[in-house]
């Protein structure tokens, strides 16, 4: 088992690559590592790297990179998914930060890109936009949930945190409620990408920098039920469904297994579960009692 520790950045066809430029550093405050015209790669200004941007003809998530234990064998790595008949492919510099990396597909076809060492950005103390903490978690719509459970599960080593019915999969890699999360739909792609801001201060202000940028929210401020982060939703200039969140569900002791207390939470302890189907999406905020379009 390859056992992912984080997150690492998300990579992205753009057909207006200086439009998406100007929204990730002056909207979502993240910071221009590298650009040369026809590839961009943007880090947090705590100099972890999250987006990354190429010139193309549609607006769609191509690959996802993953950080396994630093020092940990590439070789290992590739060995395990062998075992498992999966290939494999070495390659050098896929980012600014990542020398070498294992890339394979998953079972809906986007490109894993797994790198045991990282090398962090140059810290930038410059102020504008959201500023994230860091790319909290990437969702998306594919039509066979219990196969890319059992993928994340058995060759990248995530847990199942929650089921809402038997249609929707909340999985985490590390102490945070979701990582990954898999909804069934018909047609598959992206559904939404989100990002962790400091506080619900934070985002107040995330709300006012979208407002001044004429970038209008499609869902929230909310609690949502499961995971019970707060969030605000936009969609970018390629329509792409952008979260930001804070106080997420964290698990910070695996052998514990239940998530940190909090008082908004409907159980004590409360635990990894199945939510009813019919479960509502968030606890207040706009949508709380009823459907958000395009969300399950």
Same mark, same amino acid.
């Given at each position: 088992m390859i056992q992912v520790k984080r997150l690492g950045h998300a990579t992205f066809s753009t057909p207006?690559? +200086?439009?998406?430029?100007?929204?990730? @550093?002056?909207v979502m405050g993240l910071s221009l590592v590298e650009s040369d015209g026809k590839r961009a790669f943007f880090a947090t200004k705590l100099g972890q790297e999250a987006i990354a941007l190429e010139q193309g003809g549609d607006a769609e998530m191509h690959r996802l990179s993953f950080q396994i234990a630093p020092g940990r064998d590439l070789s290992e790595i590739e060995r395990s998914l062998t075992a498992k008949g999966i290939a494999s492919e070495r390659r050098t510099d896929i980012s600014p930060g990542v020398r070498e990396a294992v @890339?394979?597909?998953?079972?809906?076809? @986007?490109?894993?890109? !797994?790198?045991?060492?990282?090398?962090?950005?140059?810290?930038?103390?410059?102020?504008?936009? *959201?500023?994230?903490?860091?790319?909290?978690? *990437? +969702?998306?719509? !594919?039509?066979? !949930?219990?196969?890319? @459970?059992?993928?994340?599960?058995? !060759?990248?080593?995530?847990?199942?945190?929650?089921?809402?019915?038997?249609?929707?999969v909340f999985m985490r890699c590390g102490p945070d409620h979701h990582t990954v999360n898999f909804v069934r739909y018909e047609t598959p792609r992206l559904?939404?990408? +989100?990002?962790? *801001?400091?506080?619900w201060g934070e985002i107040h202000r995330t709300c006012e920098v979208l407002a001044k940028n004429e970038v209008q929210l499609v869902w929230g401020p909310l609690r949502h039920i499961v995971g019970h982060n707060v969030a605000a939703y936009h969609r970018n200039p390629d329509d792409l469904r952008v979260e930001c969140f804070c106080e997420m569900d964290l698990m910070k002791d695996e052998e514990l297994g239940y998530w940190e207390p909090r008082p908004w939470h409907e159980e004590m302890p409360l635990r990894p579960k199945k939510w009813p189907k019919?479960?509502?999406?968030? +606890?207040?905020?706009f949508g709380s009692f009823g459907t958000f379009p395009g969300y399950p």
């Open positions: 207006d690559l +200086a439009r998406q430029i100007d929204y990730w @550093t002056h @890339t394979f597909l998953d079972p809906k076809g @986007t490109l894993i890109e !797994v790198y045991s060492e990282y090398e962090f950005q140059k810290r930038d103390k410059s102020e504008g936009g *959201v500023s994230p903490l860091k790319f909290g978690h *990437v +969702a998306s719509r !594919v039509q066979d !949930v219990q196969k890319m @459970t059992e993928f994340y599960q058995e !060759v990248l080593g995530f847990r199942v945190s929650d089921w809402m019915g038997d249609h929707f559904h939404h990408i +989100a990002f962790e *801001v400091k506080d019919e479960t509502m999406r968030s +606890a207040w905020g």
